[in-house]
């Protein structure tokens, strides 16, 4: 479990970092891709000697790049259902997506579906929804055309977490995930700075130091999500769909509470209910997995 724990904590450190990028209005994009490419130095320097070159030949190598592009796309859509949905409704979708992976575990790994761990499953979903409440009379989700972001968030969020299970189910050997995640960053880093050169040359975006030392300290944080993550559902005796839930929840009551601390955030009813559910929930798939 202390792989689990370990991913939660990195995950909401992401997420606190992300806070602060915006408080302090440094340019987000360019913090993602600085990000991207300590990423990618970390994952080369954990790698074994003499496995870069075997790389060209692995069966994960095309799963990877797919992988690394999608997720700048991801990240790309979620900065842009923030900027007309709000913060609410992107993470509303982007953790509610937590469903997918889990259907897809009973789908592809036979992975059987009992009364308990239904019920968690549903008190799951709740949590993530009450937690994310910061606006109860918001209604940015009116209209058709308002509707379309936060669903490819959903849909995005959940296709990637369910991809990267997939991979570590049927394809990664648990020597190459090091190898796998350098190709993906670097895949990523590599759109994302084709990006900003076209930026730079258009004038649209000028350079800054401040997104550079962000970069630095998101990577090593993002790096070790992914890590322990992985590590999890290598080492975790339970259920490959448990794990995903079990991540979702814990970040967002981690991050619940760190922004009450941190950032002087007050959490209203709606909150403290999810945060109550959600380790209901925790609980549950727990007790079931035994």
């Known amino acids: 479990m202390t792989a689990?724990?370990?991913?939660?904590l990195t995950s909401s450190s992401v997420l606190l970092l992300f806070k602060f990028v915006s408080k302090q209005n440094i340019h987000l994009f360019q913090t993602v891709v600085v990000n991207y490419l300590v990423s990618f130095f970390i994952g080369i320097?954990?790698?074994?000697?003499?496995?870069i070159s075997e790389m060209g030949t692995k069966e994960w190598l095309p799963w990877a790049v797919f992988l690394g592009f999608v997720f700048i796309v991801m990240f790309y859509l979620i900065g842009l259902c923030t900027q007309k949905t709000g913060v609410a409704v992107t993470a509303i979708a982007h953790k509610?997506?937590?469903?997918?992976?889990?259907?897809?575990?009973?789908v592809l790994y036979n992975e059987q579906m009992h009364l308990v761990k239904g019920f968690a499953?549903?008190?799951?979903?709740l949590s993530v929804y009450f937690a994310s409440v910061r606006n109860t009379n918001d209604t940015s989700l009116n209209g058709a055309n308002q509707l379309l972001l936060p669903l490819l968030v959903f849909l995005g969020s959940g296709f990637i977490d369910t991809m990267i299970k997939h991979v570590e189910f049927s394809i990664l050997p648990k020597e190459d995930f090091h190898g796998f995640l350098v190709v993906l960053f670097l895949t990523s880093t590599v759109i994302g700075a084709l990006i900003l050169l076209f930026n730079f040359l258009k004038n649209t975006v000028p350079f800054s130091i401040k997104p550079v030392a962000a970069g630095i300290a998101l990577g090593f944080f993002n790096y070790g999500a992914v890590f322990f993550i992985v590590?999890?559902?290598?080492?975790?005796?339970?259920?490959?769909?448990?794990?995903?839930p079990v991540n979702n929840i814990g970040v967002v009551s981690l991050s619940a509470i760190a922004a009450v601390v941190i950032y002087k955030e007050p959490l209203n009813r709606f909150n403290i209910i999810g945060?109550?559910?959600a380790l209901t929930a925790i609980l549950l798939l727990t007790y079931e997995s035994w």
């Open 4 to 8: 689990l724990l370990l991913a939660i």
């Open 45 to 51: 320097a954990l790698m074994k000697s003499g496995s």
């Open 96 to 106: 509610l997506s937590l469903v997918i992976p889990v259907a897809a575990g009973m």
């Open 121 to 125: 499953i549903v008190l799951a979903m």
């Open 231 to 244: 590590k999890a559902l290598n080492e975790i005796n339970m259920d490959k769909s448990i794990i995903f």
């Open 275 to 277: 945060i109550l559910l």
